[in-house]
């Protein structure tokens, strides 16, 4: 079945900078890709997501970029505010693995003001 | 309301008791999963199904057990809870077409 990793686990930024947030995926017949956020003691919940025949996506302050070749993908945080900090997971979905949506083990990032 | 509603929201279970959470959807999405959350931890899938009738195991089945005679409900038993087993335990819907999978609003259970 698809494995999808996820680096780097924990993250510290300074208000402002930019965070970047990778996931490898395995299986290469896999063709969404989505975030999540979870902020704590809550669900997780939708931020971006992108379909394997689009290689950026952008929202505003959050980006994606899906790069194929290589199985990989990233999250783009740019002016990181406090409220940007959380556990962000990545996943990915495979038809091959009966359309399974895969998560990756989460990144818990900080935001220091 | 239109959703996804877990319950109860909170538990707290005597090792060796039976104990079952609930997960009820009013969209009729095809997927439904259960996964744990331990403290600090990510996401691990413990069971899933993809329709009625039809589950399957996840990364971390032992202890657990699952049932969807109906599509909206999908409840999850641990037979004989242990200690090891305190976790928050979050129930997702998925319409399995490459859209957003809605996750419920977590119960967290407690074994003493």
């Known amino acids: 079945g698809e494995n999808v990793e996820q680096h780097p686990s924990t993250l510290s930024v300074q208000e402002g900078d930019s965070a970047v947030i990778k996931c490898t995926y395995s299986?290469?017949?896999?063709?969404?890709f989505p975030w999540y956020k979870q902020e704590l003691g809550k669900r997780p919940q939708l931020i971006i997501d992108?379909?394997?025949?689009?290689g950026e996506k952008k929202d505003q302050r959050i980006a994606v970029t899906l790069n194929k070749t290589a199985k990989h993908f990233s999250l783009h945080i740019t002016e990181t505010q406090p409220e940007d900090s959380a556990v962000y997971f990545c996943?990915?979905?495979?038809?091959?693995?009966?359309?399974?949506?895969?998560f990756g083990g989460g990144t818990r990032l900080m935001v220091k003001p | 309301d239109a959703g996804i509603t877990q319950s109860p929201r909170y538990k707290i279970t005597e090792t060796g008791r039976q104990v079952t959470l609930m997960c009820h959807q009013t969209?009729?999405?095809?997927?439904m999963f259960w996964y744990r959350q331990d403290l600090g931890h990510g996401l691990r899938l413990i069971y899933y199904?993809?329709?009625?009738?039809?589950?399957d195991k996840g990364e971390v089945p032992d202890g657990y057990v699952v049932s969807r005679s109906k599509t909206e409900n999908f409840p999850l038993t641990l037979e004989s809870a242990t200690r090891s087993q305190t976790s928050v335990y979050f129930c997702?819907?998925?319409?399995?077409?490459?859209?957003?999978?809605?996750f419920g609003q977590g119960t967290r259970l407690t074994v003493v």
């Open positions: 992108i379909r394997s025949n689009v």
């Open positions: 997702a819907t998925w319409t399995g077409k490459n859209t957003e999978a809605f």
């Open positions: 299986d290469s017949a896999s063709n969404y």
């Open positions: 996943a990915a979905s495979s038809w091959n693995a009966g359309n399974m949506l895969t």
């Open positions: 969209w009729s999405h095809s997927y």
């Open positions: 199904s993809a329709a009625a009738d039809i589950t």
